[in-house]
Protein backbone atom coordinates (compact mmCIF):
# COMPACT_ATOMS: atom_id res chain seq x y z
CA UNK A 1 0.00 0.00 0.00
CA UNK A 2 1.25 3.18 -1.23
CA UNK A 3 1.36 6.34 1.28
CA UNK A 4 -0.98 7.96 -1.38
CA UNK A 5 -3.46 4.56 -0.88
CA UNK A 6 -2.78 5.21 3.38
CA UNK A 7 -4.12 8.99 2.80
CA UNK A 8 -7.15 8.38 0.78
CA UNK A 9 -7.85 5.63 3.10
CA UNK A 10 -7.95 8.18 5.88
CA UNK A 11 -9.27 11.01 4.69
CA UNK A 12 -12.47 9.62 2.33
CA UNK A 13 -14.33 8.21 5.29
CA UNK A 14 -14.20 12.09 6.38
CA UNK A 15 -15.36 13.37 3.30
CA UNK A 16 -18.40 10.82 3.53
CA UNK A 17 -19.00 12.06 6.80
CA UNK A 18 -19.08 15.73 6.35
CA UNK A 19 -21.36 15.44 2.37
CA UNK A 20 -24.30 16.52 4.16
CA UNK A 21 -22.73 19.69 5.93
CA UNK A 22 -20.85 20.31 3.20
CA UNK A 23 -23.41 20.82 0.40
CA UNK A 24 -25.57 22.61 2.95
CA UNK A 25 -22.17 25.18 3.22
CA UNK A 26 -22.08 24.79 -0.31
CA UNK A 27 -25.52 26.22 -0.65
CA UNK A 28 -25.03 28.75 2.26
CA UNK A 29 -22.29 30.51 -0.16
CA UNK A 30 -24.59 30.46 -2.89
CA UNK A 31 -26.92 32.31 -1.14
CA UNK A 32 -24.30 34.95 -0.53
CA UNK A 33 -25.84 38.36 -1.13
CA UNK A 34 -24.31 39.84 -4.07
CA UNK A 35 -22.70 36.79 -5.30
CA UNK A 36 -21.33 36.74 -9.02
CA UNK A 37 -23.53 35.04 -11.14
CA UNK A 38 -21.36 33.02 -12.83
CA UNK A 39 -20.50 31.49 -9.65
CA UNK A 40 -23.60 31.15 -8.32
CA UNK A 41 -24.26 29.12 -11.08
CA UNK A 42 -21.61 26.76 -10.73
CA UNK A 43 -22.25 26.28 -7.07
CA UNK A 44 -25.64 25.33 -7.72
CA UNK A 45 -24.67 23.16 -10.12
CA UNK A 46 -22.36 21.05 -7.51
CA UNK A 47 -24.89 21.25 -5.65
CA UNK A 48 -27.57 19.95 -7.82
CA UNK A 49 -25.39 17.25 -9.05
CA UNK A 50 -26.68 15.24 -5.35
CA UNK A 51 -29.76 14.71 -7.04
CA UNK A 52 -29.00 13.25 -10.39
CA UNK A 53 -30.18 10.31 -10.87
CA UNK A 54 -27.57 9.11 -13.28
CA UNK A 55 -24.22 10.36 -11.61
CA UNK A 56 -20.63 9.42 -12.03
CA UNK A 57 -21.08 6.26 -9.03
CA UNK A 58 -24.52 5.36 -7.94
CA UNK A 59 -25.37 6.36 -4.35
CA UNK A 60 -26.03 2.71 -3.23
CA UNK A 61 -22.68 1.22 -4.29
CA UNK A 62 -21.65 0.00 -0.58
CA UNK A 63 -18.21 2.17 0.53
CA UNK A 64 -17.75 4.28 -2.55
CA UNK A 65 -21.33 5.41 -3.57
CA UNK A 66 -21.63 8.97 -2.47
CA UNK A 67 -17.76 9.76 -2.90
CA UNK A 68 -18.07 11.51 -6.37
CA UNK A 69 -20.59 13.78 -4.53
CA UNK A 70 -18.31 14.69 -1.92
CA UNK A 71 -15.22 14.91 -5.36
CA UNK A 72 -17.87 17.16 -7.04
CA UNK A 73 -18.27 18.85 -4.23
CA UNK A 74 -14.35 20.12 -3.79
CA UNK A 75 -13.83 19.98 -7.65
CA UNK A 76 -16.91 23.12 -7.83
CA UNK A 77 -15.20 24.71 -4.98
CA UNK A 78 -12.01 24.95 -6.55
CA UNK A 79 -13.48 26.62 -9.86
CA UNK A 80 -14.31 29.56 -7.32
CA UNK A 81 -12.02 32.90 -8.52
CA UNK A 82 -10.12 33.32 -5.42
CA UNK A 83 -11.27 36.87 -4.72
CA UNK A 84 -14.34 35.12 -4.00
CA UNK A 85 -13.15 33.30 -0.94
CA UNK A 86 -10.79 36.15 0.17
CA UNK A 87 -10.44 37.09 4.02
CA UNK A 88 -13.15 39.84 5.00
CA UNK A 89 -16.09 38.61 2.62
CA UNK A 90 -18.82 36.31 3.90
CA UNK A 91 -17.86 33.76 6.31
CA UNK A 92 -20.25 31.24 3.59
CA UNK A 93 -17.35 31.27 1.38
CA UNK A 94 -14.97 30.04 4.38
CA UNK A 95 -16.26 26.27 3.84
CA UNK A 96 -15.62 26.72 0.05
CA UNK A 97 -12.30 27.84 0.28
CA UNK A 98 -11.49 25.13 2.85
CA UNK A 99 -13.05 22.25 0.52
CA UNK A 100 -11.16 23.85 -2.16
CA UNK A 101 -8.13 23.09 -0.01
CA UNK A 102 -8.82 19.58 -0.51
CA UNK A 103 -8.68 19.37 -4.49
CA UNK A 104 -5.09 18.28 -4.33
CA UNK A 105 -5.93 14.80 -2.86
CA UNK A 106 -8.50 14.40 -5.81
CA UNK A 107 -6.16 15.21 -8.05
CA UNK A 108 -3.21 12.56 -6.66
CA UNK A 109 -5.54 10.27 -6.51
CA UNK A 110 -6.98 10.33 -10.05
CA UNK A 111 -4.16 11.34 -11.99
CA UNK A 112 -3.91 14.49 -13.87
CA UNK A 113 -5.57 13.06 -17.01
CA UNK A 114 -8.63 11.88 -15.24
CA UNK A 115 -9.22 14.95 -13.02
CA UNK A 116 -8.80 17.14 -15.81
CA UNK A 117 -11.73 14.80 -17.47
CA UNK A 118 -13.71 15.37 -14.13
CA UNK A 119 -12.82 19.44 -14.01
CA UNK A 120 -14.70 19.62 -17.75
CA UNK A 121 -17.50 16.99 -16.17
CA UNK A 122 -17.99 19.41 -13.36
CA UNK A 123 -18.45 22.52 -15.70
CA UNK A 124 -21.01 20.65 -17.92
CA UNK A 125 -22.81 20.44 -14.76
CA UNK A 126 -24.05 23.70 -15.49
CA UNK A 127 -26.20 22.82 -18.62
CA UNK A 128 -27.78 19.41 -16.56
CA UNK A 129 -30.54 18.91 -15.00
CA UNK A 130 -31.34 16.47 -11.83
CA UNK A 131 -35.14 15.82 -10.85
CA UNK A 132 -36.81 18.01 -13.40
CA UNK A 133 -34.50 21.26 -12.38
CA UNK A 134 -31.70 22.79 -14.74
CA UNK A 135 -29.68 24.86 -12.76
CA UNK A 136 -31.48 28.23 -14.88
CA UNK A 137 -34.32 27.31 -13.30
CA UNK A 138 -33.49 27.20 -9.89
CA UNK A 139 -31.93 30.40 -10.22
CA UNK A 140 -34.65 31.78 -12.37
CA UNK A 141 -37.10 31.19 -9.96
CA UNK A 142 -37.72 32.19 -6.29
CA UNK A 143 -39.91 28.93 -5.66
CA UNK A 144 -38.05 26.95 -7.24
CA UNK A 145 -35.62 28.21 -5.52
CA UNK A 146 -37.00 27.40 -1.84
CA UNK A 147 -37.94 23.91 -3.25
CA UNK A 148 -33.70 23.19 -4.36
CA UNK A 149 -33.16 24.62 -1.25
CA UNK A 150 -35.54 22.69 1.10
CA UNK A 151 -34.34 19.07 -0.34
CA UNK A 152 -30.72 19.99 -0.24
CA UNK A 153 -31.36 20.76 3.82
CA UNK A 154 -33.37 17.80 3.99
CA UNK A 155 -30.96 15.45 2.63
CA UNK A 156 -28.42 16.60 4.65
CA UNK A 157 -30.40 16.24 7.80
CA UNK A 158 -31.22 12.60 7.05
CA UNK A 159 -28.13 11.87 5.36
CA UNK A 160 -26.17 8.63 6.92
CA UNK A 161 -22.75 8.27 6.05
CA UNK A 162 -21.91 5.04 4.36
CA UNK A 163 -18.89 2.46 6.35
CA UNK A 164 -16.18 2.94 4.10
CA UNK A 165 -13.68 -0.14 5.02
CA UNK A 166 -10.35 0.38 4.76
CA UNK A 167 -9.41 -1.47 1.98
CA UNK A 168 -7.67 -0.94 -1.33
CA UNK A 169 -9.95 -2.53 -3.26
CA UNK A 170 -12.19 0.69 -2.23
CA UNK A 171 -9.50 2.80 -3.84
CA UNK A 172 -9.32 0.26 -7.06
CA UNK A 173 -13.50 0.29 -7.29
CA UNK A 174 -13.72 4.30 -6.59
CA UNK A 175 -10.89 5.26 -9.40
CA UNK A 176 -12.08 2.60 -11.87
CA UNK A 177 -15.88 4.34 -11.95
CA UNK A 178 -14.35 7.76 -12.43
CA UNK A 179 -11.95 6.35 -15.12
CA UNK A 180 -14.37 4.39 -17.28
CA UNK A 181 -17.61 7.12 -16.56
CA UNK A 182 -16.09 10.24 -17.09
CA UNK A 183 -16.79 11.30 -20.76
CA UNK A 184 -13.30 11.50 -22.92
Do not use: H
Request: hydrophobic share 45%; aromatic share 10%; charged share 30%.
Amino acid sequence: MTDLDDKCLDTFPLWLRSLGEDVEAVLAAAEVPGLDPDVKRQLVAGVNYLFKSLDLIPDGIDDIGYLDDAFVLRVVSSQVPRDALAPGGDDRMAAVAALAEQTGLVTEFLGEETFERLIRYVRDLRASSARGRSVEDILGSAEVWREFASEVRSFSRSYESPAFSREEKNLFKLRAFFVAKLPK
